[in-house]
């Protein structure tokens, strides 16, 4: 746990759950020996956490911004991609898609094609490399304080390291076998650039629930839906098989992405209104 003058504490919150997340503002009751108590968390501004019907992860607390990190290698998952930024829109969070290993250049176009949905949504996408032009994210950092979230083997450790050579994180191989990186990312650090700027190393995903989120919550982060909520013939419409729904209508034109209508589909059915 770090103090406003950079002193750092090893701290531990009262009881046997532990409520705190990276990026929580905290009072603390020191105890002696570099130790402290969590006495309690100050109000959030934005909490994201994924979750299933059990239990939930927290992620970060206070960020104002998701960097979701891809890579053109290994292959990664846009329906994971899409659930990120249901996540950010459920939490007003500002969004920056990294396409990262972009000097692997035969293979950015196919990377672009799964990504160009996104993009015609109005997501921000910065395409780099972490081993030679990791720099460019850095202005995209300024007076955020931003979390890094993706799938294991995007190369956000690489990108850590390359903007905080004193973090030292650890890397590993590519599974090529699996298509998919190893983790090395075991729990959320938070990195202060300045004042006004920190960054959050996350560890890599493979799964983002929102189990938590109402349906009217999930409707309306879908960005692409909002121009036609409303414009069904029922009010209270599910988009599947009713008369007149303008979802559908929207789907079936092109005005929606329907591998994005199919993740909406998904996190309704789980939200319990199948």
Request: aromatic share 6%; charged share 25%.
């Amino acid at each position: 746990m770090a103090l406003a003058d950079g002193t750092t504490l090893l701290a531990f919150p009262r009881g046997k759950k532990s409520e705190v997340a990276c990026g929580d503002r905290v009072v603390l009751n020191r105890s002696g020996d570099g130790q402290a108590v969590i006495d309690s968390i100050a109000p959030r501004s934005s909490l994201l956490y994924r979750s299933d019907e059990y239990r939930k992860k927290l992620i970060a607390a206070n960020v104002t911004q998701i960097v979701f990190v891809v890579a053109v290698e290994p292959g990664f998952s846009a329906e994971l991609l899409t659930r990120c930024l249901v996540a950010a829109e459920e939490q007003e969070l500002r969004v920056l898609i990294v396409l990262n290993k972009c000097d692997l250049a035969e293979r950015v176009p196919a990377a672009l094609a799964t990504l160009a949905p996104f993009v015609r949504l109005g997501y921000p996408l910065l395409q780099l490399s972490a081993l030679e032009c990791a720099e460019a994210l850095r202005p995209h950092l300024a007076g955020q304080l931003s979390v890094l979230v993706g799938q294991s083997g995007m190369g956000k450790s690489t990108l850590i390291n390359a903007l905080i050579p004193e973090a030292k994180v650890a890397t590993r191989e590519i599974s090529a076998a699996l298509d998919s990186g190893k983790h090395t990312t075991t729990h959320a650090t938070l990195y202060r650039f300045d004042a006004a700027s920190a960054l959050i190393d996350s560890p890599g995903l493979q799964e983002f629930g929102l189990h938590h989120l109402p349906v009217g919550s999930i409707e309306h982060a879908f960005v692409d839906f909002r121009p036609f909520l409303g414009d069904c013939r029922f009010r209270d419409c599910r988009h599947e098989r009713e008369p007149d729904c303008a979802i559908r209508a929207a789907v079936e034109r092109g005005d929606i992405d329907a591998r994005r209508y199919e993740v909406f589909r998904s996190l309704r059915a789980q939200a319990g209104q199948t």
